[in-house]
T-cell receptor
């Protein structure tokens, strides 16, 4: 069974550019969450989508946006990139919109902003 | 403000030397406490979920316990392959759609 798949695995962008990261959840999972992990820190919550609706948003600026598609895959978009956006971006899927069933993480997309 | 604190930040062990990692939390309405393992450059790998004080779970050389204010991850007779960063996270009843993580404990086990 395929786990959570994320693409691309690595990405280098220039300050001010835009980036789109993609995530496919585990088959049957209807919820996708996005996290940002800066080196040496724990992951920080960005968004959760469940059944294509945004259920929660973390303390991130409006430059960050996301959406979930009918097949439950998701995109994270970041506009006007800053050097501080350099991080590992993690996608997590779960069966439902709550954490009670646990979350399965993908391997992440390593974004470097230069 | 809700907070999750892990200690120590780093732990160096000799193979076979048992030890414990701590995760303390100051939150209201705990829904669940999660332990994850993360290898360098990889996503977190799920280990355990604990839901109520007094609960314990085991998997191979790992055992997780939960009290009302903290959780411990005990590593018994560790092997070099147990080297990783161990992350603790909490889910709250008030916003159970997200996990709040600690900064992690990086464990290095020498042969």
């Amino acid at each position: 069974d395929a786990g959570v798949t994320q693409s691309p695995t690595h990405l280098i962008k220039t300050r001010g550019q835009h980036v789109t990261l993609r995530c496919s959840p585990i088959s049957g999972h209807k919820s996708v969450s996005w996290y940002q992990q800066v080196l040496g820190q724990g992951p920080q919550f960005i968004f959760q989508y469940y059944e294509k609706e945004e259920r929660g948003r973390g303390n991130f600026p409006d430059r960050f946006s996301a959406r979930q598609f009918p097949n439950y895959s998701s995109e994270l978009n970041v506009n006007a990139l800053l050097l501080g956006d350099s991080a590992l971006y993690l996608c997590a899927s779960s069966l439902a919109g709550t954490g009670i069933y646990g979350y399965t993480f993908g391997s992440g997309t390593r974004l470097t902003v230069v | 403000e809700d907070q999750v604190t892990q200690s120590p930040e780093a732990l160096r062990l000799q193979e076979g030397e048992s030890s414990s990692l701590n995760c303390s939390y100051t939150v209201s309405g705990l829904r669940g406490l999660f332990w994850y393992r993360q290898d360098p450059g990889k996503g977190p790998e799920f280990l355990f979920t604990l839901y109520s004080a007094g609960e314990e779970k085991e998997k191979e050389r790992l055992k997780a316990t939960l009290t009302k204010k903290e959780s411990f991850l005990h590593i018994t007779a560790p092997k070099p392959e147990d080297s990783a960063t161990y992350l603790c996270a909490v889910s709250l009843s008030s916003n159970d759609y997200k996990l709040s993580f600690g900064a992690g404990t990086t464990v290095t086990v020498r042969a």
